[in-house]
């Protein structure tokens, strides 16, 4: 499986307008890091989620350390 990127709303520190996304810690499912540098950039909701599932971006939870958020 390849890794997706997606736009960030907003530029990151390093510049980048890329993100991806990552596992999340205690209750949150997963967060939306910078593509480039790694660096946090928003908490992913249960809605989101649930979106990028049914646009076919990410299959299970475990999916999540290798597909990109797409808004």
């Known amino acids: 499986m390849s890794?997706?990127?997606c736009r960030?709303?907003?530029p990151c520190r390093c510049g980048s307008t890329d993100g991806l996304i990552a596992p999340g810690t205690g209750p949150h499912l997963a967060k939306l890091v910078c593509w480039e540098c790694g660096k946090f950039q928003k908490w992913?909701?249960?809605s989101d989620y649930q979106k990028a599932?049914?646009?076919g971006l990410v299959n299970s939870?475990?999916?999540i350390?290798?597909?990109a958020?797409?808004?």
Do not use: G, H, V
Request: avoid cysteine.
């Open 3 to 5: 890794l997706k990127k």
């Open 61 to 63: 939870l475990a999916d």
């Open 44 to 46: 992913l909701k249960q």
């Open 8 to 10: 960030l709303r907003s």
């Open 69 to 71: 958020y797409s808004p």
């Open 65 to 67: 350390e290798a597909i």
């Open 53 to 55: 599932k049914r646009t």
